[in-house]
């Protein structure tokens, strides 16, 4: 299984330790959902969120729907995070997701990991007006860089994560089924801080 002890979290959040996942559960996770999705109705996959999920959306607007989620809710507010928490946050979400049990594509592990091996630390605000099942906010600003968008610490500074990420030679994910409401439906951002 791809889950971190205590002291191989330590040292990837405070030694920056170089951190790796196997890909196969998740890729079986992705593969699985992919395929059972398909003619079914699925809460975030082809329904909205929250009271909304009484509305289907057309296959063709699915994908839109992930990425209206990640901007949608990315309104954190107040001082961003230290880095360090936001790495832990990162972190955090990346072990949860290497589980294989969220759908995602394996790509989203593949950044993730390279943006923690090359402290590239997506900033994640403290404030947040979202939480009814996690940490919404805090998880769709992690979100936000992961498309691109949105701000990441950068040599102890904060940039805009497509300057860094053109910089870097790195691609922004692409969604496929489910890779927003993926990110961002958890805890990571308490359980990451803590």
Known sequence: ?????????????????????????????????????????????????????????????QDQLQYNIIRSHSTGAGMALPELHCRAVALARLTSLAQGKSGVNPELLVLLEALLNKNIIPVIYEHGGVGASGDLVQLAHLALACIGEGEVYYNGVISEAKDVFEKENLSPIKIYVREGLGILNGTSGMTGTG
């Open 1 to 61: 299984m791809n889950w971190l002890k205590i002291d191989e979290f330590d040292n990837i959040a405070f030694e920056k330790a170089i951190v790796f996942f196997d890909k196969d559960a998740v890729q079986k996770g992705f593969d699985f959902l992919t395929v059972f999705s398909k003619d079914k109705i699925i809460y975030g996959i082809n329904t909205g969120f929250g009271p909304m999920a009484k509305f289907l959306i057309d296959y063709a607007k």
